[in-house]
């Protein structure tokens, strides 16, 4: 079963009319084939497929510029991370005149093919980056499944929970394996799924690169660099930290969360709802899942945002920059939130337009001026 992603598919086919080459860029498995399937399925002129996995589509390209040169219309090139050597051409290609073909790239994101993309192809690709489900595309009143499970269709989707568990098991295994090595990364698996299993338990915390290096016994840029490889994945995001002139010492360091809850959840053993409920790092678990989505709700790129803490203690968990306004958001596993001296902190000197407060229980109310205690899929319907 396919469940429809009209935002996604928007915004691949707006980008497709602004943009010769659009590249759909996200994690193995979250759905680019799909939704790159809905989009040429609407394509009003001729579409191609070439899946570069495939070994009958790799020798049909055998000479590239001969076979998607006459192409007209929409031309879909799959798993583009095996062959970045198209780049070059498809610079070539999306400078001819009177466009004859627009083209759809899709890849499993990493640093080496985001700088091949911004560098080849500047000023001529549009980056969609796809995520996995979220709540209104899944539905609220099943806001606990996804969090559960995490976006990834297959995961979401499974049977019963022992199935999920173990698809999301097998991904971890062969995005370690396989995946990783594709990119070209030499790292052992062992080594990454070790370092990803650490870093599920510093969930939603600061970065700290010395203790990590220290529980490995390596240099903390080593650890670093493990950090990007699984950030550059799209497995990990690395929420950075807010400063300015304030009269107060800052933390400079970026909060580190896994991207899904779903695999974040398998690191950490959870199988069941109950496990979790129960699970220490519960608390964490559930201010990433709605980090994301306020993120997508509120249409903004993670660019716009950030955390912000000071050295004594004052946080806000999440402040976006929209429209020129200031908005910040605390997440509480609570039923039943309260005004702190943080939230105060936070309201007068990042001079925020509005803080909502983002919580587990059924009722709306005013906690302070500009400041309201929001129900969390309640917020997600009626904003």
């Known amino acids: 079963m396919d469940i429809a992603r009209p935002r996604e598919r928007q915004a691949v086919i707006d980008s497709l ?23 040429s399925a609407e394509w009003s002129a001729p579409t191609a497929w070439f899946d570069l996995e495939d070994a009958d589509d790799l020798a049909r390209l055998a000479e590239p510029k001969l076979v998607l040169g006459p192409l007209p219309g929409l031309v879909v090139i799959d798993e583009i991370q095996r062959q970045p050597e198209f780049f070059p051409l498809l610079r070539v290609l999306a400078d001819r005149s009177g466009l004859p073909a627009r083209f759809l790239i899709l890849g499993s994101a990493s640093p080496d093919l985001l700088r091949h993309g911004s560098e080849t192809l500047a000023g001529r690709v549009a980056n969609v980056t796809l995520e996995g489900f979220a709540a209104d595309e899944v539905g609220f009143e099943k806001a606990d499944r996804l969090w559960r499970r995490g976006g990834f269709p297959r995961a979401y989707l499974a049977a019963d929970e022992e199935t999920s568990f173990a698809w999301r098991r097998d991904f971890i295994r062969g995005f370690l394996e396989r995946d990783i090595p594709q990119l070209g990364i030499r790292v052992p698996a062992v080594t990454l799924h070790r370092f990803w299993q650490m870093l599920a338990h510093y969930h939603g915390q600061t ?177």
């Not at 908005?327 to 936070?346: C, H, N, Q, V, Y």
């Open 17 to 39: 009319a602004r943009a010769p080459v659009v590249a759909i860029l996200g994690a193995r498995q979250v759905g680019k084939t799909t939704l790159a399937r809905q989009v």
């Open 207 to 383: 970065w700290n690169g010395a203790e990590l290096a220290r529980a490995f016994g390596v240099a903390e840029s080593t650890v670093r660099r493990y950090l990007d490889i699984l950030a550059g994945a799209l497995v990990v995001r690395i929420l950075p930290p807010w400063h300015e002139n304030l009269g107060k010492r800052q933390v400079r360091a970026p909060k580190v969360y896994l991207a899904d809850t779903g695999l974040l959840h398998t690191l950490l053993g959870i199988r069941e709802q109950a496990d979790l409920e129960a699970h220490p790092k519960v608390g964490a678990s559930w201010e990433g899942f709605v980090l994301k989505e306020v993120v997508r709700k509120l249409d903004v790129r993670w660019e716009d945002c950030y955390f912000w803490a000071t050295h004594a203690g004052a946080e806000l968990d999440l402040l976006v920059f929209k429209d020129g306004r200031r908005l910040g958001f605390e997440i509480k596993r609570t039923t039943a939130p309260r005004l702190t001296p943080s939230m105060r902190s936070a309201m007068d000197n990042l001079k925020l337009h509005g803080l909502v407060v983002l919580h587990a229980g059924e009722h709306v109310f005013p906690l302070a001026p500009g400041v309201e205690a929001w129900p969390f899929v309640r917020w997600l319907t009626d904003q």
